[in-house]
């Protein structure tokens, strides 16, 4: 490396500290970017089957506490490189930062999308669609007219402007439940709809304002891309995202180190040889050096941006957390989560409805069902999510609910005739230790696997199930017809500790200059998770700005490495005629 120094350096390459690189090098800054795994996407990596096989395998034998109750069954599916599992799987709002950051930074063309097909609510053995537009409301057959009436109201409410409502006074001191029933006379059938399936909630008792902001995030999405308001990202989803970032910085001239451990960081401050103290206006003033394992050159910058978990007691009293600017994650945070990952070769089938399937693009026609199939026949789900309300099913949670997120062939993340199951349960208290995840999360496994499509020898269309009668329990005791998972793993993952906020005496004399962002929650909605990211990308972006301004440092902006002098306005500056392209011919 002709030139080791830098104006930030970036630990990590999960999707807000590359979201991150990416903003800064796109703005003219020098960026270095060093993750010590050989993949990007840190947490929210999206990986092939063998290397999350390795990961697996890691992360039982380590004392990371981050992990643990890691378990993986011994036997893993061929084709493991048409597999890309992703460690913090989402879907995403059709509006909202991340999708704006995918527009506005030209990231969006170096992957790809689908919307979710479907969201359901799983009752008595059965999955019951959720309605979440008009259309919806009123093609349904299992609600009342009176309860659709009464529902539509609700929906309008929601989407809109609902601060400026009647409704919404006392809105700020009520359950979101509460506000269903006191307010909108709403039944308690359709709250499981609307609390765990339409607002992602993980308990019955989210505050109102909290919910209803999310949803409103939600409702406006629906019609942007198609009458889904979710996507589904192509190979994994948020690690792929991440990628295309890191790719970005990198094309905008950020440097990237993987697989290199960082062996010491150290500070100008902190040099006892310094006598000298750097004014302003000096680009010397206060570098960190980083020295990498098995890596010739030291690496020098003005700031640092990492996790708490990179920073060093020595440095504390340099760093400067950032606020959490998402309400979920105040929530989330407090909750671990148990985590299931499943590959199957059944796929599961919603029950017929009469709202019209997802239309896919054209460059995405390869994803849509076979026309030849038999027009009554339900397709096996491609994307989709299930909810288990809590108490839904024998020996599962009575308190959270559990998600289910399906992908298939049509998310380029399986090969044909292969799903993956992403099963999360957010833990309100962790479980005793000798309790595995395997059994926390086996009862949503098992119900779910009995979703299944029976396979006919012609392997051209799919047989249901009989439908279990009104007096089968909840959950379906397993049997014979309910297919055995391909692979699986099981694990909880727990919420980053925080930084210490102890440092030296003299600590209010130095610029706080290593960034550290408030961790993504493990916990977080589905939805949620991708917005949460680019969030804080953005604030993280506005306080190194900041930092670099007051040391005298400005972006290079153009082919001769020329300061500008210009305001920085904007998160994303305009992309450039070659950047529509992606910078190829």
């Known amino acids: 490396m002709e030139d080791g120094n830098f104006d930030v350096v970036i630990i990590g390459t999960g999707l807000a500290e590359s979201i991150t690189a990416a903003a800064l090098s796109k703005t003219g800054f020098k960026v270095a970017h060093i993750d010590e795994n050989s993949y990007y996407g840190g947490n929210e990596a999206s990986i092939s089957l063998d290397e999350f096989a390795q990961w697996v395998d890691t992360m039982a034998s380590s004392q990371n506490p981050k992990y643990t109750s890691v378990s993986r069954s011994a036997q893993i599916p061929s084709q493991t490189r048409q597999y890309s599992i992703c460690l913090s799987p989402s879907i995403i709002p059709s509006i909202g930062p991340v999708i704006s950051s995918l527009v506005s930074s030209g990231v969006a063309k170096y992957g790809g999308f689908r919307l979710l097909e479907r969201v359901g609510v799983y009752k008595s053995g059965t999955i019951k669609s959720v309605p979440s537009s008009k259309e919806d409301v009123f093609k349904g057959k299992d609600i009342s007219l009176i309860d659709k009436r009464r529902l539509m109201r609700f929906l309008k409410f929601a989407a809109g402007e609902f601060e400026n409502e009647k409704e919404f006074e006392g809105a700020d001191k009520m359950l979101f439940a509460d506000l269903l029933t006191k307010v909108f006379s709403l039944k308690d059938d359709l709250h499981s709809a609307l609390v765990f399936a339409l607002a992602f909630c993980f308990t019955p008792t989210e505050p109102a304002v909290l919910v209803l902001h999310r949803i409103r995030r939600y409702l406006r999405s629906i019609g942007r891309y198609g009458p889904s308001p979710f996507l589904v990202g192509h190979y994994g989803g948020t690690g792929e995202i991440a990628q295309g970032f890191c790719r970005a910085s990198a094309v905008s001239g950020g440097v990237y180190v993987l697989g290199r451990r960082i062996t010491s960081i150290t500070h100008s401050s902190a040099n006892p040889s310094n006598d000298e103290t750097p004014s302003g206006g000096d680009e010397r003033a206060y570098r960190y050096s980083l020295t990498l394992d098995d890596f010739p050159d030291t690496l020098t910058s003005h700031v640092i941006i990492s996790s708490a978990s990179h920073v060093s007691p020595h440095l504390s009293y340099l760093t400067k957390r950032l606020g959490d600017s998402n309400p979920s994650n105040n929530l989330a945070s407090l909750f671990s ?11 599961i089938i919603f029950p017929p409805t009469n709202i019209s399937p997802p ?54 993340s399986s090969p044909r005739g292969k799903w993956i199951l992403y099963i999360t349960l957010p833990l309100s208290k962790l479980p005793p230790e000798s309790t595995y995840a395997q059994e926390i999360l086996r009862p949503y496994l098992d119900a779910t696997l009995a979703l299944t499509a029976e396979p006919t020898p012609s392997g ?15 959950a379906p005791s397993p049997s014979d017809s309910v297919p055995r998972p391909l692979f699986t793993a099981f694990y909880i993952e727990h919420p980053s500790p925080s930084p210490s906020p102890l440092g030296p005496e003299n600590s209010s004399t130095q610029p706080q200059t290593y960034i550290v962002p408030t961790p993504l929650a493990p916990a977080c909605p589905l939805p949620d998770l991708p917005d949460a990211a680019a969030t804080s990308a953005e604030a993280v972006f506005w306080e190194t700005v900041r930092i670099l301004r007051e040391a005298g440092v400005r972006p290079k902006r153009n082919e001769q490495g020329a300061e500008e002098d210009d305001e920085i306005e904007t998160f994303w500056p305009p992309m450039q005629g070659d950047e529509y392209s992606g910078g190829e011919d």
Do not use: C, H, W, Y
């Open 337 to 347: 989560v148990a985590r299931g990952i499943v590959i199957i070769d059944r796929g």
């Open 359 to 412: 239309v896919e693009d054209e460059d995405e026609a390869s994803s849509s069902p076979d026309p030849a199939a038999p027009l009554n026949t339900p397709a096996p789900l491609d994307a989709g999510v299930i909810i288990f309300p809590p108490s839904s099913v024998i020996g599962g949670s009575t308190n959270t609910a559990a998600t289910v997120l399906v992908t298939g062939e049509g998310t380029m």
């Open 460 to 474: 051209s269309t799919v047989q249901l199930k009989s439908p279990p009668s009104p007096s089968s329990p909840a």
